[in-house]
């Protein structure tokens, strides 16, 4: 009988969940809505047991009559879930999104906390990375931290839930607390931050990935049997990466999601120069992911479809009719809450569109986003040190026309990634690997089609580029006078 093997990634606005054979052909695919619960103070929390409910439910559903050889989690990076024991949540896990660090993020730039922690382990901090949303705790509900056992990623804390143990994985662990090595954390990065005396929250380190057996818990939650092998990691973003093929030194990937992430595979950790980005420990000495995973993404493009009343349909349809350059209109897509995380941080980031006319269409807005988070994608990779190979993934590649200016903007063909459920592919992968059981990377990774760019439209955006460049610089003076309006509203 072949053997299965079963990916989960608990996403931020979705668990998906994909049954695999030996080929890395999926026989079965689920996935179920997740919440986000907006706070004040431009909070955003999620709930753990709901998350765990997702993670059955689509489990049990494409698991039905076949008991998988091994089960891989994957899941949003960032954040802050603070568990017991049990891995039970002690609070709503402080999501990724979660803007209430600012102030304290805006401390440590001040005083040189985020590029004393860069040069450590070459990853900068945002709002909603765990270092300021575990200081923010600290500062306001000590008495939880007080409480718990684990302050964690959300795999992890699942990946407890199911086997009783107590683990995380080098990618998670590198950022920010990591001692640059992919195997430790940092001392004088605890100590900058104002944490060593929560040091007993971070979870041990595995490498290559924590595993272990389902516990007899978990057996009940999940419908399979008692001691089915579990495994751990990588989150989400590397998680795609090796679903994706990224192997090799240069290779790239670009997922086109919420998020807009962009990572390359390199051979040296970057801890010089301006901090920017993350560098993400693989497991693998010598080798790291250089991450810009921007904040803007899918959901800026949301936002604008909303604003105009319009559906998803609607961009294929605007590509078509507006000319690149969009009729003069221009858009600096920063709209999260939480501000910017990569290729730079500011926390008071926001959007602009420019270069609106009373000729101005909505099919020009729609290309003007477009082209916006295009643009944002070069920055990102433009500051990881280039790409000569780049994979797409994520639920804006679908768009062929969109998947078209991005090809045209970047400058390099574009490899779609094998579908479905690439980072639930990348997690089975690496479970394989940690087993000693590799599966053949070059099949599961196969790309669908290859998005060639335009040399035409090559050379219009690279003047397209240097102006959107122009604009960020001339935002940031505005940003700041923001920033400043905020404190003396405070």
Same mark, same amino acid.
């Given at each position: 009988?072949?053997?299965?093997?079963?990916?989960?990634?608990?996403?931020?606005?979705?668990?998906?969940?994909?049954?695999?054979?030996?080929?890395?052909?999926?026989?079965?695919?689920?996935?179920?809505?997740?919440?986000?619960?907006?706070?004040?103070?431009?909070?955003?929390?999620?709930?753990?047991?709901?998350?765990?409910?997702?993670?059955?439910?689509?489990?049990?559903?494409?698991?039905?009559?076949?008991?998988?050889?091994?089960?891989?989690?994957?899941?949003?990076?960032?954040?802050?879930?603070?568990?017991?024991?049990?891995?039970? @949540?002690?609070? *709503?896990? &402080?999501? #990724? /999104? +979660?803007?209430?660090?600012?102030?304290? $993020?805006? =401390?440590?730039?001040?005083? %040189?906390?985020?590029?004393?922690?860069?040069?450590?382990?070459?990853?900068?901090?945002?709002?909603? @990375?765990?270092? *300021?949303? &575990?200081? #923010? /705790? +600290?500062?306001?509900?000590?008495?939880? $931290?007080? =409480?718990?056992?684990?302050? %964690?990623?959300?795999?992890?804390?699942?990946?407890?839930?199911?086997?009783?143990?107590?683990?995380?994985?080098?990618?998670?662990?590198?950022?920010?607390?990591?001692?640059?090595?992919?195997?430790?954390?940092?001392?004088?990065?605890?100590?900058?931050?104002?944490?060593?005396?929560?040091?007993?929250?971070?979870?041990?380190?595995?490498?290559?990935?924590?595993?272990?057996?389902?516990?007899?818990?978990?057996?009940?939650?999940?419908?399979?049997?008692?001691?089915?092998?579990?495994?751990?990691?990588?989150?989400?973003?590397?998680?795609?990466?090796?679903?994706?093929?990224?192997?090799?030194?240069?290779?790239?990937?670009?997922?086109?999601?919420?998020?807009?992430?962009?990572?390359?595979?390199?051979?040296?950790?970057?801890?010089?120069?301006?901090?920017?980005?993350?560098?993400?420990?693989?497991?693998?000495?010598?080798?790291?992911?250089?991450?810009?995973?921007?904040?803007?993404?899918?959901?800026?493009?949301?936002?604008?479809?909303?604003?105009?009343?319009?559906?998803?349909?609607?961009?294929?349809?605007?590509?078509?009719?507006?000319?690149?350059?969009?009729?003069?209109?221009?858009?600096?897509?920063?709209?999260?809450?939480?501000?910017?995380?990569?290729?730079?941080?500011?926390?008071?980031?926001?959007?602009?569109?420019?270069?609106?006319?009373?000729?101005?269409?909505?099919?020009?807005?729609?290309?003007?986003?477009?082209?916006?988070?295009?643009?944002?994608?070069?920055?990102?990779?433009?500051?990881?040190?280039?790409?000569?190979?780049?994979?797409?993934?994520?639920?804006?590649?679908?768009?062929?026309?969109?998947?078209?200016?991005?090809?045209?903007?970047?400058?390099?063909?574009?490899?779609?990634?094998?579908?479905?459920?690439?980072?639930?592919?990348?997690?089975?992968?690496?479970?394989?690997?940690?087993?000693?059981?590799?599966?053949?990377?070059?099949?599961?990774?196969?790309?669908?089609?290859?998005?060639?760019?335009?040399?035409?439209?090559?050379?219009?955006?690279?003047?397209?580029?240097?102006?959107?460049?122009?604009?960020?610089?001339?935002?940031?003076?505005?940003?700041?006078?923001?920033?400043?309006?905020?404190?003396?509203?405070?």
């Amino acid at each position: 009988m072949t053997r299965t093997w079963l990916g989960i990634d608990a996403g931020t606005s979705v668990v998906k969940a994909a049954l695999f054979d030996d080929g890395g052909e999926a026989l079965a695919v689920a996935g179920r809505p997740l919440e986000l619960v907006h706070a004040a103070d431009d909070g955003v929390e999620q709930d753990l047991d709901a998350i765990v409910t997702a993670i059955a439910e689509v489990t049990r559903e494409v698991a039905a009559g076949n008991t998988p050889h091994v089960v891989a989690i994957t899941g949003q990076g960032d954040g802050c879930w603070v568990t017991d024991e049990a891995g039970r @949540a002690v609070r *709503p896990a &402080l999501s #990724w /999104l +979660d803007g209430r660090a600012s102030g304290i $993020l805006g =401390r440590w730039n001040a005083e %040189g906390v985020t590029e004393r922690i860069f040069r450590v382990n070459g990853t900068t901090v945002f709002p909603g @990375a765990p270092g *300021p949303l &575990l200081a #923010w /705790l +600290d500062e306001h509900e000590p008495d939880v $931290l007080d =409480r718990a056992t684990t302050a %964690g990623a959300c795999k992890d804390a699942v990946f407890t839930r199911l086997t009783g143990e107590r683990a995380t994985d080098p990618s998670d662990s590198s950022l920010p607390f990591g001692d640059g090595t992919g195997t430790g954390y940092s001392d004088d990065a605890l100590g900058a931050m104002g944490l060593a005396h929560r040091r007993d929250l971070l979870a041990p380190i595995t490498l290559p990935v924590p595993q272990g057996p389902l516990s007899a818990a978990g057996a009940e939650l999940l419908g399979l049997p008692a001691g089915t092998p579990i495994s751990s990691g990588p989150f989400d973003f590397p998680a795609c990466a090796r679903g994706g093929g990224v192997r090799e030194v240069g290779d790239a990937l670009l997922i086109v999601g919420t998020t807009l992430g962009c990572m390359v595979h390199v051979d040296e950790l970057a801890t010089g120069g301006d901090p920017a980005g993350f560098s993400v420990a693989t497991g693998e000495p010598g080798r790291w992911l250089r991450a810009m995973p921007a904040m803007v993404g899918t959901a800026s493009m949301d936002w604008m479809l909303q604003t105009l009343g319009l559906g998803v349909e609607a961009i294929d349809a605007a590509l078509g009719v507006s000319p690149p350059g969009a009729g003069g209109v221009e858009v600096l897509p920063y709209l999260a809450t939480s501000g910017e995380r990569a290729p730079f941080v500011d926390p008071h980031a926001s959007g602009q569109v420019t270069g609106v006319r009373l000729t101005t269409t909505r099919d020009d807005l729609l290309r003007a986003m477009c082209e916006g988070l295009a643009y944002a994608a070069r920055h990102c990779f433009d500051a990881a040190g280039g790409a000569s190979r780049i994979v797409a993934a994520g639920g804006g590649t679908r768009s062929r026309p969109w998947l078209q200016v991005f090809a045209d903007v970047l400058g390099v063909p574009l490899e779609l990634a094998r579908t479905p459920e690439v980072g639930a592919r990348g997690a089975v992968l690496c479970a394989a690997a940690a087993r000693g059981e590799d599966l053949d990377a070059e099949t599961w990774t196969a790309p669908e089609d290859v998005v060639e760019p335009d040399p035409a439209r090559q050379a219009f955006y690279t003047d397209g580029y240097a102006r959107y460049l122009d604009h960020v610089q001339a935002a940031r003076p505005f940003w700041a006078t923001r920033r400043a309006s905020a404190a003396v509203a405070r």
